[in-house]
Antibody, heavy 122, light 108 residues
Framework: QLQLQESGPGLVKPSETLSLTCTVS??????????WGWIRQPPGKGLEWIGH???????YYNPSLKSRVTISVDTSRNQFSLKVRPVTAADTAVYYC??????????????WGQGTLVTVSS | EIVLTQSPGTLSLSPGERATLSCRAS???????LAWYQQKPGQAPRLLIY???SRATGIPDRFSGSGSGTDFTLTISRLEPEDFAVYYC?????????FGQGTKLEIK
């Protein structure tokens, strides 16, 4: 059974870099059939797609975040990562990693990691 | 950007009743490119429906999806206590891939 687990600091100072890693278990991140994505949810609010990456390194980003976001993949560790820089209080959210289909028509996210809360505060 | 507007914002119903949740898109979305998720407090979203009407693995048949163009519906035929949660629709026909703001289904 495929599982995803986010990890990283829960507190980041304004203007610094938010860094999170998603570890995939029960399956290979190098599958031809899937992308690996990040979605966030500010406290009490809705979901926002951040971006996703293929095992080859091909990435797609939300245009509203593209200038501040980098998603990378480490196939040797079966992990992918998210960096957001510089952060502000508006980046405070629960960050989820999730799998999505490789085909455009298979763009739903399933499964999801449990999520990790990142607070931006001095 | 395609904006998804869900209604109602909150739906108050009793177990055993039928729930109808709406998701309206600001421009046409092929039905193949729409999904529904359920989120319970403190949990990650769970995929319910993809391709507007196909149930994800393990999802009970009381959940059904329908619609095309700009209007989509999630129906729960007979509410169980575990169905009270927040529901989101998502489109993935064009970037940015957006979610609706959610409908909270609460116990009346």
């Amino acid at each position: 059974q495929l599982q995803l687990q986010e990890s990283g600091p829960g507190l980041v100072k304004p203007s610094e870099t938010l860094s999170l890693t998603c570890t995939v278990s029960g399956g290979s991140i190098s599958s031809n059939d899937y992308y690996w994505g990040w979605i966030r949810q500010p406290p009490g609010k809705g979901l926002e797609w951040i971006g996703h990456i293929y095992y080859s390194g091909r990435t797609y980003y939300n245009p509203s975040l593209k200038s501040r976001v980098t998603i990378s993949v480490d196939t040797s560790r079966n992990q992918f990562s998210l960096k957001v820089r510089p952060v502000t209080a508006a980046d405070t959210a629960v960050y989820y990693c999730a799998r999505r289909g490789e085909k455009t028509v298979a763009g739903w996210f399933d499964p999801w990691g449990q999520g990790t809360l990142v607070t931006v505060s001095s | 950007e395609i904006v998804l507007t869900q209604s109602p914002g909150t739906l108050s119903l009793s177990p055993g009743e039928r729930a109808t949740l709406s998701c309206r898109a600001s421009q046409s979305v092929s039905s193949s490119y729409l999904a529904w998720y359920q989120q319970k407090p403190g949990q990650a979203p769970r995929l319910l429906i993809y391709g507007a009407s196909s149930r994800a693995t393990g999802i009970p048949d009381r959940f059904s999806g329908s619609g095309s163009g700009t209007d989509f519906t999630l129906t729960i035929s007979r509410l169980e206590p575990e169905d009270f949660a927040v529901y989101y629709c998502q489109q993935f026909v064009s970037s940015p891939y957006t979610f609706g703001q959610g409908t909270k289904l609460e116990i009346k």
